[in-house]
């Protein structure tokens, strides 16, 4: 063999090997992108749950696509943590009966857990079942575990409010939102945020406004989101005449407030 193919050879093995390399390389996913995803994973792969008996329903309803369920406390269990998906699923499975056909055939006791729900009497918010017995999330541990599932430290253990989630946002507007950044809702425009969610998709945003972008959020409502998480656009919330998607919406409610945050991720 002489000595121009010898080189020859040797080219092509340099070329080939270094072209494999670069094929095989893996490119680590940008935190707003892992954020995103982390939050997408609470969409699937979850029991079917029964609908607590709330605006209108009877017991009987059920969510059956899959995706966690919305419960008021931040807080459930014996241990009073937050929940995370393999705990929820393990404890609504034992919650569970044979043939079950109503949410109030739940089963109360050591391990189990539900969705639970509150409403105002004599002006205090009570709850069902007690905190112990839940399971669920709430809006703001939906997206505080998207933060976390994604990598990112938080400088607290784990949010008691929406308001606590500010701790790591930082104001941004609708025309520089990307994926994995939070909106949270202010519904009766007194100052303090009521719900959260992140944004999965800004392919659909028009108008400047952000009102079609995708987010994922977690509220007990039964109309749209069965009480649980969903992917909805960000404007979802309101009656249709105000530019939202409900039919059964209270009407002091529809000029509520959004806003877009980025993540603080150093």
Not at 109 to 121: A, I, L, M, Q
Not at 130 to 155: D, E, K, R, S
Not at 179 to 191: A, H, M, Q, T
């Amino acid at each position: 063999m002489n000595d121009k193919i010898r080189i020859h050879i040797l080219l092509y093995s340099l070329i080939f090997n270094i072209g494999c390399t670069v094929n095989n390389l893996t490119v680590d996913p940008p935190p707003n992108k892992k954020i995103a995803d982390a939050v997408r994973k609470y969409l699937w792969g979850c029991p079917e749950f029964f609908i607590p008996p709330r605006e209108g329903t009877n017991g009987t309803q059920k969510n059956t696509v899959g995706t966690v369920a919305w419960t008021p406390s931040s807080r459930v269990g014996k241990f009073s943590s937050i929940e995370n998906k393999y705990n929820y699923i393990q404890k609504i499975q034992q919650a569970s009966v044979d043939n079950q056909t109503n949410y109030s055939q739940y089963l109360e006791s050591e391990g189990t857990g539900f969705p639970g729900y509150f409403w105002r009497e004599n002006g205090e918010d009570k709850q069902f079942p007690h905190p112990t017995y839940q399971a669920g999330f709430v809006c703001y541990i939906l997206v505080y575990n998207g933060i976390v599932g994604a990598g990112i430290n938080y400088p607290i253990d784990a949010p008691l409010g929406v308001g606590d989630l500010l701790d790591r946002l930082k104001l941004t507007n609708a025309t520089s939102v990307a994926v994995g950044d939070v909106v949270l809702y202010d519904f009766d425009r007194n100052n303090f945020f009521d719900h959260a969610g992140i944004i999965t998709d800004i392919s659909s945003g028009t108008g400047g406004n952000g009102k079609d972008f995708k987010v994922i959020s977690s509220i007990g409502i039964v109309e749209h989101f069965l009480w649980g998480a969903a992917e909805k656009r960000v404007r979802v919330f309101g009656d249709k005449q105000s530019g939202g998607d409900f039919n059964n919406w209270h009407p002091d409610l529809n000029n509520y407030i959004y806003e877009f945050f980025k993540v603080k991720t150093d």
